[in-house]
């Protein structure tokens, strides 16, 4: 194993050595952290180790926190939400309480907070245990649940029967003296990405205007120092801990530019990435994903203006073992590592190869875990007639790894397929699926979504080199070999996810006879899975074949 960068560990002694400053100037420090996602445990970060583990992101903090006591913890979204099943199984409570425990005092909301929907997440955020939509998950792992003992905050998304925002705008906090506003929004196009029925009577307004409007009455209160905490990202090619980049691009360099120059400072998440950049004079942070590493900022302060005169960062990696941990979340840990490890390192099924990957095929639009996860879904939906099945590459979490074993287990499925979504069956007719097909390059998500993963028997052919709207090569659209007929219909699978429209595939809305299976997404693949082992055709034997042909 190659040890860490040593460049970062200079980094981080040189964040916490003491700084001489003038009297009338005071040194704040933030530590930022976003799309943790509920990976109370170390994951790979690269080729070198792992990183992260709510544990060393918890003794980090600790550390830190001895250099300077008003260390200030915050967080940019989807703390929680298509987690690890060591969270998940338990409603996230854990990974909830574990940042309780490390003192975070604010975060944004993330597109993945609402994945059980709003109910859910105000169960998660206030505490209680009657409300749960879940109650298989809900205050299982303690028999009561007392909630976040930090602030989730969405100035962005508005209760239209109420036109207030459905959790605080912002939070304000006297640091050293000085009046700190944080406030948390979440990308607005957060509809395309969670399922419609959890967001009903949900506005997502544009994330720069939701922010700037709060300016007046944050003054009002006498915050002087204005932190965004945001769940929309983006990317550079400049390395995690390069300080600074100018090359941000995505969504996130658009709203930035659009924030009120009195805001110096911008938590991002979402894109699981990295950087450390300037765009029109404001610091933009993200710490990758799943604790991996944490944004060390300095925001140096005006006593007597309460202007920020400075703000720097640096991403640092979260080293397990590299410093004293902390007690409590250490029992923490521990507790649910016990907790779980009976029921998650239960064996599924035996597959043909170690692992089965979500990364696209060379030269295709497909993955051979995509064509796995539609082949499950029909199967399972056969009863209720489906002859075809799709699903969208974000549903796919991660690659199935089985190990040297090939033995896949409870935990290992579940992490594939974390939403909890439930197969719907409905009617499409043939022109319907052809202007779905075609309506897959549309959208505000589209360039990032992929093409539909479809099940085995379905094919087509798609030109590159067409606009939008006559992409489909019409004849190449067959089931069994046969052509789609435009007036037939037919019966077709998918996620509840697919089937309220969302990820832009509005098609589907309009199925008719749509009917709920109440087979859930990872119960469908452990099933197929072990099915293929019965008929000794365990899933991986023949390879993938496109089913998706590209022309060029």
Not at 48 to 60: E, L, N, Q, S
Not at 172 to 195: N, R, S, Y
Not at 478 to 497: C, H, M, Q, T, W
Not at 509 to 531: I, M, P
């Amino acid at each position: 194993m190659k040890p860490f960068l040593r460049p970062l560990a200079l980094a981080a002694l040189l964040a916490g050595c003491a700084t001489q400053r003038p009297d009338n100037q005071v040194e704040l420090t933030l530590v930022g952290l976003n799309d943790l996602h509920g990976h109370l445990e170390a994951s790979r970060f690269d080729d070198a180790a792992k990183a992260g583990g709510i544990d060393a992101v918890a003794a980090t903090v600790q550390a830190w926190r001895k250099e300077d006591p008003d260390l200030v913890v915050v967080g940019a979204g989807d703390m929680i939400g298509a987690s690890p099943a060591m969270s998940a199984m338990f409603a996230d409570e854990p990974t909830i309480q574990a940042l309780n425990l490390l003192g975070m005092r604010a975060t944004s909301v993330g597109n993945h907070e609402f994945d059980a929907g709003r109910v859910e997440l105000l169960r998660q955020a206030r505490g209680g245990c009657a409300n749960s939509p879940r109650p298989e998950k809900a205050c299982k792992f303690n028999p009561s649940w007392d909630g976040a003992r930090f602030s989730y905050l969405a100035a962005n998304v508005i209760d239209t029967r109420t036109n207030q925002t459905l959790l605080p705008a912002y939070r304000i906090d006297e640091v050293k003296g000085v009046k700190v506003a944080f406030i948390g929004t979440v990308l607005k196009d957060t509809p395309e990405l969670v399922a419609a029925g959890g967001i009903s009577g949900l506005q997502f307004i544009d994330e720069a205007q939701a922010v700037n409007r709060l300016l007046p009455e944050l003054r009002a209160q006498g915050a002087t120092v204005f932190v965004v905490l945001i769940h929309q990202g983006g990317h550079s090619k400049a390395r995690y801990d390069q300080q600074y980049c100018n090359d941000l691009d995505g969504d996130i360099a658009d709203v930035v530019k659009r924030l009120d120059p009195a805001i110096r400072l911008v938590v991002s998440g979402h894109s699981h990435t990295g950087y450390l950049c300037r765009v029109d004079g404001k610091l933009v942070t993200q710490a990758e994903k799943f604790g991996h590493m944490l944004s060390r900022i300095s925001l140096v302060v005006d006593r007597q203006t309460g202007a920020v005169v400075d703000a720097s960062a640096r991403n640092i990696l979260v080293e397990p073992g590299k410093y004293a941990g902390m007690p409590e979340v250490d029992a923490l840990l521990a507790s649910v590592r016990a907790r779980s490890s009976d029921e998650l390192n239960k064996p599924v099924a035996k597959i043909a190869v170690p692992s089965i990957s979500k990364q696209l095929m060379p030269n295709a639009d497909e993955s051979p875990l995509g064509q796995v996860v539609a082949d499950a879904i029909l199967a399972s939906a056969r009863k209720w007639g489906a002859q075809i099945a799709f699903t969208n590459t974000g549903g796919i979490r991660t690659t199935l790894e089985a190990g040297a074993d090939k033995v896949v287990s409870v935990a290992q499925t579940q992490v594939v397929l974390p939403f909890g979504n439930e197969i719907v069956v409905m009617n499409l007719t043939g022109a319907q699926i052809l202007a779905l097909l075609e309506g897959q390059w549309n959208g505000s998500e589209a360039d990032k979504r992929g093409l539909l993963q479809v099940s085995e028997g379905f094919t087509y052919s798609w030109d590159t080199r067409k606009p939008k709207g006559q992409r489909i090569v019409r004849d190449s659209v067959k089931l069994n070999g046969a052509p789609i007929d435009e007036g037939a219909s037919y019966r077709v699978a998918v996620y509840n996810f697919l089937a309220e429209g969302n990820d832009g595939f509005v098609t589907f809305r309009q199925g008719s006879n749509q009917a709920a299976t109440g087979v859930r997404d990872v119960d469908s693949l452990r099933g197929y899975l072990v099915r293929l082992e019965q008929d000794n055709k365990p899933a991986g034997t023949y390879g993938a074949v496109p089913r998706i042909i590209r022309i060029k």
